[in-house]
């Protein structure tokens, strides 16, 4: 069994990448702004889509028709691990908002 990366937040990454999230794109560009909207609105849809796989795996576990349950306990971390990165990162987002506001003040 392969268990496959969590790469929703890879756009993120770089200033000047682009990089595949999911079946859309984000492109990063110097600019930032909208570029890192996008990339967070990709993340939250990856982040939803994902969370839905393992309610439905965890369905198909109580009810007896996952053979593996295994599968259910991975989807369940890694939807966990996405909720956890996509929070850091937006929390480090306003924190780096509060201080530049706090700069100006």
């Given at each position: 069994?392969?268990?496959?990366?969590?790469?929703?937040?890879?756009?993120?990454?770089?200033?000047?990448?682009?990089?595949?999230?999911?079946?859309?794109?984000?492109?990063?560009?110097?600019?930032?702004g909208s570029?890192?909207?996008s990339?967070?609105?990709?993340?939250?849809?990856?982040?939803?889509?994902?969370?839905?796989?393992?309610?439905?795996?965890?369905?198909?576990?109580?009810?007896?028709?996952?053979?593996?349950?295994?599968?259910a306990?991975?989807?369940?971390?890694?939807?966990?691990?996405?909720?956890?990165?996509?929070?850091?990162?937006?929390?480090?987002?306003?924190?780096?908002?509060?201080?530049?506001?706090?700069?100006?003040?």
């Amino acid at each position: 069994m392969s268990i496959p990366s969590v790469s929703s937040i890879s756009a993120i990454a770089g200033p000047t990448s682009t990089q595949s999230v999911g079946s859309t794109t984000a492109t990063a560009s110097l600019d930032g702004g909208s570029s890192f909207g996008s990339a967070m609105v990709n993340a939250l849809n990856s982040v939803q889509s994902t969370q839905a796989t393992a309610n439905q795996l965890n369905i198909q576990a109580a009810t007896g028709s996952l053979p593996d349950i295994a599968q259910a306990t991975i989807a369940s971390t890694r939807a966990q691990v996405e909720v956890q990165l996509v929070s850091s990162v937006r929390n480090r987002a306003v924190d780096a908002f509060n201080s530049i506001m706090n700069m100006s003040a």
